[in-house]
């Protein structure tokens, strides 16, 4: 990690809150303060056969290891904010199905960290802890609401109207990669058994090799360097990487990948018009720094300016996201905070 | 009108505030208590060719009438509620472009009422004014969050989340008859000139008719009664009334309006999770009281259990509206009184 420099503790500002991001390969955690300043950072890999008890005490440990070696004691942190995979109860404080986590179903996380670190636990999912990452400190500091879309494994998504995250009464809100993009009765399943025709069928990793391979078939011959390689094991990665070289293909999936979002962009902005629309998660086409991602960016807006009122584009902003993978830790604490000083505000029992 | 008794003022509780709701035909009025009581009401014509500033005196003018008959003064009101047609700037209190009042263009009308009425005015879109109606006294009253349909002439929205209103940083939240249905490249456009492929180009009134004489059109010969009938008037409430008889051709027409519908819910549920969806607006093909009606909500629940995941739909209602017209001005009052209190709580002045 990580994109900010730490800070000393004694120059921290109250409350001191641990964000917690849970992912389906490593566990990250860092010491947060009101400012956004991370103090302490580590993970742990989440080993997920050995179940999410196993899981839950080592991060405890780890953060005890990093709270002595800060010289803090427990009390001088007011709360824990913790982002996981859905699907989840979010009122109960459950995982409930998440696909990446399968030895974790119907586990009581939230009460297991709770009572690990002695501290209550602001429960979220993990791509909405990162959209309210990037709003607290990233690319939407600046804006009253925001929308997040994350292009990974899967398309997950954040929604920020006025400071509160849209988390949805079955903890299924801002689950912008199950918006419709595809009408067509073939349209594409996607991998994770959602709906026909849904955006995660179309902007995901695995989403985007498959449509190049589909491409390459369908290609009277295959075209070069393709019809040599094999491309059984091919990554999104690798795509953009041919796409910089100036592949004309990985180029067109690419163009498409743009035209897809900008759809679901379009969709997304008539329902909720944030002023700003933030594209995050690890597939950004080399992001702001590369031209690939520039064109990428383009062509959303592009897709975006086409389908929408001139008003309306005028008044919104897509950009990249700037936190990367810290974004969810963040935004956990961030959450947590924020209810830490609205209970504290009103009163309430923290 | 009324949906509600009217109540005698001496059992009305305070704040009293008066909802007013401008149509392109009508304006609706009515002082409505801290219950969602109308004390009074009334509606005069709209008379759009007479400009905004006529109008805002005819509804003054009445308003006084009301109160002067009621034995009120005017220091006994709180505030107004104002909810008109978009496009509009909810920040500046300005009319933009309504297409249907189209001599109200960039109209200053919140400060117009305000400064007639003295009172404070909130000022809403006349779709999010109905959906806050149907929560705070309607089908959503026993919900935290609700995204209201509107079908008539065009197709509005409003969304409530945790009982705040989705306005959107450009006036533009809530429009959920800009949300994408179809993606095909032959898609249908929208009348009021909103994109290719948008719920508004589906599910409109003007929209049902248009399939409907597309599809007898298409027909090899037109089925009867259809062959010996001028369609070139027809409006959606005979092809309810056609449907209510038996007619075959009006029923798959509103089967496939419920289908594109189901779509649109779809993505609108999946971005809010808000545990009840409603329609409402004049096109209800007789409402939950007839069997087309049943029918047609019927389609559109199926349309959204086939695209959506077990938990969520067993999480979802869709249901009708219950408010019918009164919607928009009890709504606009709600809203108005929702912020008196907020500001009245902060100690901020009204």
Known sequence: MTSQPLVPVDRATPPLVWGIDVGGTNIKFGLVDEQGHTLAFDSVRTLEPEGPAAAVARVGAAIERLEQRLGISRSAVARAGLGCPGSMDLAAGMLIEPPNLPRWWNYPIRDAFAKRLGLSVTFLNDANAAAYGEFWLGTGREHSSMILLTLGTGVGGGIIVADELINGVNSFGSECGHILVDSRDDARLCVWGGGRGQLEAYASAGAVVERFREKIQQAHQAPPPWDQEDTSELTAKQIYQAAEAGDRWALEVIDETARWLGIGVTS??????????????????GGPSSPVGQRFLAGVREEFRQRTFANVFRGTTIEFARLGGDAGYLGAAGYARKEYLASAGSGRSV
């Open 268 to 285: 997304l902005v008539h329902t909720i018009d944030p002023g700003l629309v933030v594209l995050g998660g690890a597939m950004n086409f």
